[in-house]
């Protein structure tokens, strides 16, 4: 008879290998929008690149997530619904769904881009995390879709219900899921739900809808996390919500959007109505620092760049692209042309996919010379607001009202891992 140890053991090597295979939150594994696997081609045509199958869905700017044998996407139902579903991961087959109320009016200069839910979910092979509109996170059962615990922010911490609505997409790490929502920062206790801290709480309302998601990183020898709120940036260590630094980031309105990117001891982030700013983390005797190490004038809006040998590629308020050197803040180039409103962009290898919200993809391969586009395709004729997901040689486009997933036809098709193996 095996022991718990290694009962245990077989358990997080077997979750281990799915996360490595899927793209399981917000951004991918590792919340930068890099796909590991082959190397992507340099043609978008039909020869290349197919459609496998196709789910029609409710209005959503979630992206989807993929664990396993899995794909989990949200919708708004009839304005009042929120739901997510599970589908097969090869054929697109409803798995089970779950629902809950859920909607809100965002302000009127915001409808062009809807009432409807935005947060991705993340999912840790075990659980699934859902950031409903209303300010509410909902746990379920990845197997079942059975509910297992939830959290109001707006009842249980008497929090003003955000004016734009539950943006920022959890992120979750070992036993924790960190959100933020409830006009603050906060850590929950993945398996119960229940409040382990909260920090960096703010007003609420207009200034309280954060649209940044946060990310862990090691920085000046310590691990945290790093958030940026609508009016700041922000390291915070994770065991108790001590906010180790902090630095004021000017925006608009407090359009703090980009996820933060790093590289070595650099920070980034581009604001719209403010700067492209670069911050270097320091520490002396226990005491950090946050040092601005440069700024350039070029604005960022709702789009995060990936990151490429030093390098970001961005897009900015302009709809122009801009590569840009994020430890010394040097432009390489930006676009003569522009584009969309919006570029979802994620990276494999020097090879860099751009969906924008006309459902337009692109094909780029980096370059620190110019903007070089690879090859270019028409994927959908509705706007696609939200981000992509991609494993291997598969790629899933939530467009906004339905799911498609897609295969590189030279690859060989990705395996997904099986319920036994996450399940031993």
């Known amino acids: ?33 890099q796909v590991s696997g082959a190397t992507w081609m340099d ?59 859920g909607a809100l009016s965002v302000p009127f200069f915001a409808k062009s881009n809807g009432d409807w839910i935005r947060a991705t979910p993340a999912c840790d092979g075990e659980s699934l995390f859902i950031a409903g509109i209303r300010d509410l996170l909902v746990c379920l ?17 008497e929090a003003p219900l955000p004016d734009f609505g539950f943006v920022c997409s959890p992120l979750v790490d070992g036993d924790a899921v960190y959100v933020q929502a409830g006009a603050s920062f906060v850590k929950l206790n993945k398996r119960t739900g229940e409040l382990i801290w909260r ?4 007003q609420g309302g207009m200034w309280g809808s954060v649209f940044s998601s946060p990310i862990l990183t090691t920085l000046a020898g310590q691990h945290q996390l790093i958030v940026l709120t609508r009016e700041k940036f922000a390291g915070v260590a994770p065991a108790d919500g001590k906010v180790l630094w902090e630095k004021p980031v000017e925006a608009f309105r407090g359009m703090n959007i980009l996820t933060p990117l790093v590289d070595g001891e650099t920070l980034f982030t581009s604001t719209y109505g403010g700067k492209t700013l670069g911050f270097k983390i320091t520490s002396a005797e226990g005491k950090f620092t946050a040092t601005e190490t440069w700024r350039h004038k070029a604005q960022g809006y709702m789009s995060t760049p ?39 962009m994620i990276a494999n290898g020097d090879r860099i996919l751009a969906l924008d919200q006309r459902g337009q993809l692109f094909l780029l391969r980096a370059n620190r010379e110019k903007l070089e586009i690879l090859d270019q395709r028409k994927l959908t004729s509705s706007e696609t607001w939200a981000h992509l997901a991609a494993n291997r040689d598969e790629l899933f486009v939530r467009e906004l009202n339905a799911l498609t997933a897609w295969r590189w036809r030279n690859a060989e098709p990705a395996a997904p891992t099986a319920k036994e193996s996450r399940h031993p």
């Open 1 to 33: 008879m095996k022991s718990k140890l290694s009962v245990s053991l077989a358990l997080h090597l077997s979750l281990a290998l799915v996360c490595a295979a899927d793209w399981p939150q917000w951004r991918g594994p590792n919340r930068d929008g």
């Open 43 to 101: 043609k978008l045509d039909t020869n290349h690149l197919q459609q496998i199958w196709r789910v029609e869905l409710g209005p959503s700017y979630s992206g989807p997530i993929v664990v396993g044998d899995r794909v989990f996407t949200t919708e708004t139902r009839d304005k009042k619904i929120e739901v997510v579903t599970a589908l097969d991961r090869r054929t697109g087959a409803k798995l089970w769904s779950a629902q809950w109320d």
């Open 141 to 157: 059962d990845v197997e079942t879709g059975k509910e297992r615990w939830r959290f109001d922010f707006v009842k249980k911490l």
């Open 199 to 202: 920090t960096l709480k703010d």
């Open 306 to 344: 990936v990151m490429i040998d030093g390098i970001a590629y961005t897009h900015l308020k302009s709809q122009r692209i801009m590569a840009i050197e994020i430890k010394t803040g040097r432009e390489l180039w930006t676009s003569e042309k522009s584009f969309g409103k919006y570029w979802s």
